[in-house]
Every structure is written in C-alpha cells, then in structure tokens.
C-alpha cells in the first residue's frame, strides 16, 4: 500500500495541535500548498484547520487563501475573518477596494480610523463602479475629512 507524504504531514501537524506545540509560519504556508495541490485537493481538511486554529492567522497565509479562491470559495471569508483577528484593517480595505467594493472598503475605513490608503486611490476605485456609488463613495470621503 501507497503512503502519501501528505497524508503523513497533516497527520504529523495534527499530533503537534494535539501536544499545543505551534508551528512556524512557513511550515503553516507549506501545508496549505501540500493540502491544496495534492491530488485530489483535500480543501475540507484545510477548512478545518483553519476554523481550529490548528493553521495559525498571519497576513501572509490570509493572502496566500485569497490566492485559492478561485478554486475554493469559501477562502475568501476565511482569509478576511483571519484579517479581521489581526487588526489588518488596512489590508482588509485593500482587499475589498481590489474587488470594487468601495462602500464596504469606506465603512472599515471609517470604524477602524485607517488612514493609510490614500483619497486618490479610493476615487479611482469608486470611478469603476456605477455612478450612485461613485456619489456615495464621495460623500464617506468627505465625512471622514470633516468627522
């Protein structure tokens, strides 16, 4: 019979969760590949790691899930909870305003004080969307100017 190296790996990291010894970050970002390109992508073990902590938050391992989306949905609300868990406030805005979600990219920016994203940028954003949104984008602009 076959053994699959990852097979022994998740096997491996589960042993450490189970002892509380915590990994280190590249090892969290190996595992993540190893789950997603072995054959067939094993995304439910994954999703479970990640919902138990056992794959610690880190901005890099929240971008490297925004980076499998595409293949697997829901990593898009999970990179943006892990974000949400470290304060990245400023990388969750990004994040929004690169899927032209402007008006959500505003409200964080207004609840969490993010200033780090300049008014130029969120403009050519808000031009990409329809024109009540455009109207809307800068009307939070002008509020957070003038608080």
Do not use: W
Request: aromatic share 10%.
């Amino acid at each position: 019979r076959r053994v699959h190296g990852s097979s022994v790996f998740v096997e491996y990291v589960r042993s450490l969760a189970t002892f509380e010894i915590q990994l280190q970050e590249f090892i969290h970002r190996f595992l993540i590949d190893l789950l997603i390109y072995s054959s067939p992508p094993k995304y439910h073990i994954l999703h479970q790691f990640l919902q138990f902590y056992v794959i610690e938050d880190h901005v890099t391992t929240a971008f490297q899930l925004l980076k499998i989306e595409e293949f697997y949905p829901p990593c898009f609300q999970l990179a943006m909870d892990m974000l949400s868990r470290l304060k990245a406030y400023a990388e969750i805005v990004e994040v929004l305003l690169s899927r032209g979600k402007v008006i959500q990219a505003l409200q964080i920016m207004i609840q969490h004080s993010v200033k780090t994203i300049s008014k130029q940028h969120i403009i050519e954003r808000a031009s990409n969307g329809d024109e009540k949104e455009y109207h809307a984008a800068l009307e939070m602009l002008k509020v957070m100017e003038n608080p």
